[in-house]
């Protein structure tokens, strides 16, 4: 039985200068238009880093952000590069150690907004609808229950937090306000599509995303070009369809497993975060992998 490779919490290239090390990605700069990021196995939950690492999580994540790249490149441009890694980091130990979980791309400058669309009443979607009958100033029918399938999938972005810190649901004039009205209004368009379309190929495959959020950049031209991660267990939340029932919180392949873990113990839901036991770190490493298989074979 092959060994499986050690588990990577944090990068240190030697070759590349660090530019930002973040809740999951260590990114470096490649000269002056490329970055190389580098997905670890470090995992979040509650905007909380914690101890323990998930070994195989960041190999699991690219491969799945690159087949979704490759899938909806059709509906718009993606940040990614084919330039080598051995035209870029010179040490063959650092280039084995981030193979598989590295990519390159363009840089590009961000949005400051997360543009999230829901398919499902789940998470802080389902807080706020408690609250206020709404989400992110949406208006909702009455009655709806936790993870109910909303009437049709809607746009709710947030402001992007730093580490550490919470992001912030907020409205479309606020969304207006911080990128303007000719990106908000595309950025929604391509968050919906998007969203629509993976989510119907997802379902043909035993997956439902209820919920994903997508970040954009603009290039040189000023037009919106999809970075960071997309329609992975990080970035979303993924139930098995076969198990889907309103109600209640679904079980899931993505972080959620680990959430409601956390919410079992007595912790603050602040730095530092508390360590996994064995069982939980491999039944989520277990998870991402199943999500992965699912969806790509």
């Known amino acids: 039985m092959t060994q499986a490779p050690p588990a990577v919490y944090q990068t240190d290239l030697s070759s590349l200068p660090l530019i930002q090390r973040g809740k999951v990605r260590d990114i470096y700069a490649v000269g002056d238009e490329h970055l190389l990021i580098v997905t670890t196995d470090r995992l979040s ?11 195989g999580k960041g190999a699991v994540l690219t491969a799945m952000s690159n087949f979704w790249f490759a899938r909806l490149r059709h509906v718009v441009p993606n940040h990614l590069v084919d330039l080598p890694l051995e035209e870029i980091i010179g040490d063959p130990a650092e280039r084995e150690l981030v193979r598989g979980r590295a990519i390159v791309v ?7 907004i997360e543009a999230v669309a829901r398919g499902y009443l789940i998470g802080s ?5 408690q609250a206020s009958g709404a989400v992110c100033g949406i208006e ?36 207006v306000e911080l990128v303007g009205a000719r990106h908000a209004d ?17 379902h043909e495959r035993g997956i439902i995303i ?22 992975t267990p990080d970035s979303s ?51 991402y992998r199943e999500a992965l298989a699912r969806l790509t074979t």
Do not use: C, M
Not at 45 to 55: E, G, N, R, S, Y
Not at 125 to 129: E, R, S
Not at 210 to 231: M, Q, S
């Open 186 to 202: 595309r950025v929604r368009a391509l968050t919906l599509r998007i969203y629509g379309e993976a989510a119907t190929y997802a």
């Open 140 to 175: 909702l029918p009455a009655g709806l229950v936790q993870a109910a399938a909303l009437p049709e999938p809607i746009f709710t972005p947030a402001t992007k937090a730093a580490v550490g810190d919470h992001d912030e649901n907020i409205d479309f004039a606020r969304a």
């Open 45 to 55: 939950a509650f905007d909380v880093i914690l101890p323990d690492p998930i070994p």
């Open 237 to 287: 939340r993924f139930w098995p369809a076969e198990d889907y029932a309103a109600g209640s919180s679904p079980p899931s392949f993505d972080k959620q497993f680990v959430r409601d873990y956390l919410e079992t113990l007595d912790w603050d839901k602040r730095a530092p975060g508390p360590h996994l036991p064995a069982a939980i770190i491999e039944r989520t490493a277990a998870k």
């Open 106 to 112: 363009r840089r590009l400058k961000p949005l400051p």
């Open 210 to 231: 209820a919920d994903t959020k997508f970040e954009f950049g603009l290039d040189a031209n000023d037009e919106l070009v999809l970075i960071d991660e997309i329609l």
């Open 125 to 129: 979607g389902w807080k706020d609808y």
